[in-house]
T-cell receptor, first 112, second 114 residues
Framework: QKEVEQNSGPLSVPEGAIASLNCTYS??????FFWYRQYSGKSPELIMF????GDKEDGRFTAQLNKASQYVSLLIRDSQPSDSATYLC????????????FGKGITLSVRP | DAGITQSPRHKVTETGTPVTLRCHQT?????MYWYRQDPGHGLRLIHY???????DKGEVSDGYSVSRSKTEDFLLTLESATSSQTSVYFC?????????????FGPGTRLTVL
């Protein structure tokens, strides 16, 4: 059973702080890693993906991948109240018709 | 929303009735997926399709069937709805398979089975 674990929340940070969201996965053969943001009552929205070890930056978001430790994280710099949402980590299996396995999500609240 | 629509957006039905949810895309993507999302369980894959008439089961496929007769449409059928199938259902599409399968989600359908 492939598992994706996200550390328990909810997470609350003050406006302007760095929010750190973490995710671990069980399938060592996983190749691709995704972060989705989901506002309450809305559908998940892809915000970051990372395929290689190291860091990938996009604006205020940085995804970090460590395949040896089976760990992927999302950092949100200069957090804003509009970042308040549930963040879902997803991991892709290998193969031609690979599928995503999602973590249960972590809810982030940014306090003004 | 990446050219994905779902219908209906909300539905209330009774136990034992059949229900069909529709996902329609305008992106001409090959891959389509149906998920359900429940509190405490996250997103779980029900069925997916990797081409017209090509479908396969996900982790929670019991009680569900799918069909894809055209690239743009992927139908999810609850053959005899049960209260445990009350959920929010999301369709997703992906241009590519393999490991680099970035998926984009439709707006969702909220289904209540009484």
């Amino acid at each position: 059973q492939k598992e994706v674990e996200q550390n328990s929340g909810p997470l609350s940070v003050p406006e302007g702080a760095i929010a750190s969201l973490n995710c671990t996965y069980s399938d060592r053969g996983s190749q691709s890693f995704f972060w989705y943001r989901q506002y309450s009552g809305k559908s998940p929205e892809l915000i970051m993906f990372i395929y290689s070890n190291g860091d990938k930056e996009d604006g205020r978001f940085t995804a970090q991948l460590n395949k040896a430790s089976q760990y992927v994280s999302l950092l949100i710099r200069d957090s804003q109240p509009s970042d308040s949402a549930t963040y879902l980590c997803a991991v892709s299996s290998t193969g031609a018709n690979s599928k995503l396995t999602f973590g249960k999500g972590i809810t982030l609240s940014v306090r003004p | 929303d990446a050219g994905i629509t779902q219908s209906p957006r909300h539905k209330v039905t009774e136990t034992g009735t059949p229900v069909t949810l529709r996902c329609h895309q305008t992106e001409n993507h090959r891959y389509m997926y149906w998920y359900r999302q429940d509190p405490g369980h996250g997103l779980r894959l029900i069925h997916y399709s990797y081409g017209v008439k090509d479908t396969d089961k996900g982790e929670v496929s019991d009680g569900y069937s799918v069909s894809r007769s055209k690239t743009e449409d992927f139908l999810l059928t609850l053959e005899s709805a049960t209260s445990s199938q009350t959920s929010v259902y999301f369709c997703a599409i992906s241009k590519a398979g393999g490991s680099y399968n970035e998926q984009f989600f439709g707006p969702g359908t909220r289904l209540t089975v009484l």
